[in-house]
């Protein structure tokens, strides 16, 4: 998968050089192309990163480029066959992470599972998975990280969607699933910040040239979604990078237990799969399966 920054995001961008020199971002998803611009713009601006995942493969592949873009062999530490729905499997990439770097002082929870399906189709195992990716998930790795974040003082980011701030048809698991995680950073935030952590969300909107926006559309509709969003525009991958950027920085050093939403404000006109799937697709959909009963 190419790079999405270059040099040209610490030379020509607004943050200064080696803003997070000396620290360590653990990030779970690592190879996903939302959670890749975040270790991207992080290592740029100084930071370690650790990128969990479970593809061998892909978890190399990721880390020798990201690792190219600063020079130095050992800014990214490649940790495969991590399955996050395993507390024991994070609490070890935890360990490993602190074997090589010493300390964690940022996280991102962000492996994730969606696919489009609607209610009567839905299976219970099929919840489930996206339920324990998301959800346990993201719990397990905020509680296998929190000790080395009680030494650093240092913060979390869930990676969280807008699929659930109403009724979305064909998105109920994830939005289950991130509704929850909204409700577990905002817990975290109350019960972790007097001992110096700050828990936030990131909701990002349609962002362009990533696995979650290829997989919830087609080609034939990115114009009518450009349409609903107010901004005429889809997100960018270095959007997230910038509001990651921004929620770890010094300047969101008060800003705790909030969901920042990158989405150019789409979430206020509705979804694609309400304005072009809600309800003919859906009543297809449904009377398959009410044919059978």
């Not at 994730?112 to 609607?118: L, V």
């Not at 030494?151 to 698991?173: D, E, M, N, R």
């Amino acid at each position: 998968m190419p790079l999405t920054l270059n040099e040209s995001f610490v030379i020509d961008g607004s943050w200064k050089p080696d803003l997070f020199k000396g620290k360590v971002v653990f990030i779970t998803g690592g190879s996903g192309t939302i959670c890749r611009v975040q270790a991207e713009a992080m290592v740029l601006l100084g930071a370690n990163a650790a990128l969990v995942g479970r593809d061998p493969v892909k978890m190399e592949e990721t880390c020798s480029e990201i690792c190219s873009l600063v020079k130095r062999k050992d800014a990214c530490l490649p940790i495969a066959n991590c399955d996050v729905r395993n507390y024991n499997d994070v609490e070890e990439a935890v360990h490993q992470t602190l074997k090589k770097y010493g300390r964690i002082d940022y996280v991102i929870a962000g492996a994730a599972g969606n696919f489009i399906c609607d209610f009567m189709n839905l299976s219970p195992n099929a919840f489930k998975s996206v339920i324990s990716i998301d959800l346990l998930g993201s719990f397990n790795t905020m509680k296998a990280c929190t000790p080395a974040l009680l030494k650093s003082k240092g913060a979390i980011l869930f990676v969280s969607a807008t699929f659930h701030y109403y009724g979305v048809p064909f998105q109920g698991p994830v939005g289950a699933a991130k509704a929850g995680i909204d409700a577990l950073s905002n817990n975290i935030a109350v019960e972790l910040a007097p001992f110096g952590i700050r828990s936030n969300c990131i909701a990002p909107g349609a962002i362009d040239d990533t696995e979650g926006f290829k997989r919830l559309s087609k080609p034939e509709m990115v114009q009518n979604v450009k349409k609903m969003i107010p901004l005429q525009r889809l997100g960018s991958k270095k959007d997230i990078a910038e509001a990651t950027v921004f929620l770890f920085s010094p300047a969101a050093s008060y800003i705790n237990g909030h969901v920042l939403v990158v989405d150019g404000g789409m979430w206020h006109t509705g979804t694609l799969f309400t304005k072009e799937l809600y309800p003919d697709e859906l009543v297809k959909s449904g009377n398959k399966v009410i044919s059978k009963l």
